[in-house]
């Protein structure tokens, strides 16, 4: 059974960093295009960054290009976004998620996700 499960999440006050991570089981992270996305309440979801399966390339949203770093650890299979300089506005609830295995590029939405961790809260104030 294929299985996400997020942590790190936490309280952080601006300009602080935090590092979320994506532990996966029942497949080889290596193997499948993984996306972080985030939701603030009253909001749809977004996503945030991204990294595709093949040529390792990475994507990031305007908003958090150059603050924030996704990556992936083979052996811990394991994928993980370090978020640093936070700001209020990246308060959210950010989940983790993985395409279907025959994808090897990057997709923006929501629907082209099969596979969804439970998310982890962050909270940015002071």
């Known amino acids: 059974q294929l299985q996400l499960v997020e942590s790190g999440g936490g309280l952080v006050q601006p300009g602080g960093s935090l590092r979320l991570s994506c532990a996966a089981s029942?497949?080889?992270?290596?193997?499948?295009?993984i996306a972080w996305f985030r939701q603030a309440p009253g909001k749809e979801r977004e996503g945030v960054s991204c990294i595709s399966s093949r040529n390792e390339i990475t994507y990031y949203a305007d908003s958090v290009e150059g603050r924030f770093t996704i990556s992936r650890d083979s052996v811990k299979n394991t994928a993980a976004l370090q978020m640093n300089s936070l700001k209020p506005e990246d308060t959210a609830e950010y989940y983790c998620?993985?395409?279907?295995?025959?994808?090897?590029?990057?997709?923006?939405?929501?629907?082209?996700?099969?596979?969804w961790g439970q998310g982890t809260q962050v909270t940015v104030s002071s």
């Open positions: 998620a993985a395409r279907a295995p025959y994808y090897y590029d990057c997709s923006p939405y929501v629907i082209e996700y099969m596979y």
């Open positions: 029942g497949f080889i992270v290596d193997d499948y295009v």
